[in-house]
């Protein structure tokens, strides 16, 4: 029997080239399952290709921040973002269909999956709320009681877009990073691969891919060129990035 490899990708950001380059390197690696946090959508400018992709890869997917505010109307209960945020996800809306709107509205919040390491629960932010972040700085003895009250030994959430990993003594929590609109200091797909030996074995990978294009993409679109910077620099200040 074939043992378990897991890729894990998450914020995608609508950026197809980051998405495929990531897929290729799963193959690659011989991954046998993948799962996704969300945020397929939001800032880049292939959510249509992106959305494609996932559904026709099957790829188990759960509801990122950016994906309910276009499945869900950017609900009057969601506070808005400042910046380019919903910007983009206004234009988003213009560039996807019916069929589009029901796959991301049929997405989980929390998803689970049983390893041969005990169950992993994955989330984008956290288990009741896409749009929190979880917290890996507080005390191990809070994320133990955070592994208990989701009956799992494995935890895994993005939102972040920095990959992080922290272990306790009941299991482990991953944040892969993000795929399409990396902001750890350097450009590339970030994105993670876990092994099943005594333990989960993490890798965080950074993968290359041809982010100019992606850069092109948006400013063919006349999407905010801000974001075009940020996903060549792999940082969030892209006049400074950190290398």
Not at 101 to 109: A, E, I, P
């Amino acid at each position: 029997m074939k043992s378990m490899i897991l890729g894990v990708m998450s914020d995608v950001h609508a950026n197809i080239h980051a998405l495929k380059a990531a897929w290729a390197a799963f193959q690659s690696r011989g991954v046998t399952h993948t799962i996704c946090l969300g945020d397929l959508v939001g800032y880049g400018a292939s959510p249509l290709e992106v959305i494609s992709f996932m559904r026709d890869n099957n790829i188990p997917t759960t509801l990122g921040a950016s994906d309910a505010r276009i499945a869900f109307e950017l609900s009057e209960n969601i506070e808005p973002r400042t910046g380019v945020a919903d910007q983009t996800l206004v234009w988003t809306k213009t560039q996807i269909g019916d069929s589009e709107m029901r796959y991301m509205r049929q997405l989980k919040v929390v998803e689970r999956l049983q390893t041969p390491r005990g169950r992993l629960k994955f989330f984008h932010g956290l288990p009741d709320d896409p749009d929190g972040r979880l917290d890996l700085q507080v005390h191990v003895s809070e994320l133990d009681a955070q592994l208990e009250g989701l009956n799992a030994s494995i935890i895994i959430s993005g939102g972040t877009h920095i990959p992080a990993i922290q272990r306790t003594k009941n299991g482990v929590f991953i944040n892969p990073g993000s795929v399409g609109l990396s902001l750890n200091g350097e450009p590339g797909a970030d994105c993670a691969i876990i092994e099943f030996g005594l333990r989960p074995e993490v890798d965080l990978l950074k993968i290359k891919y041809d982010y100019q294009a992606a850069a092109f993409d948006i400013l063919t679109w006349g999407l905010p060129p801000v974001i075009a910077d940020v996903i060549k620099a792999g940082s969030a200040n892209p006049g400074n990035p950190r290398r």
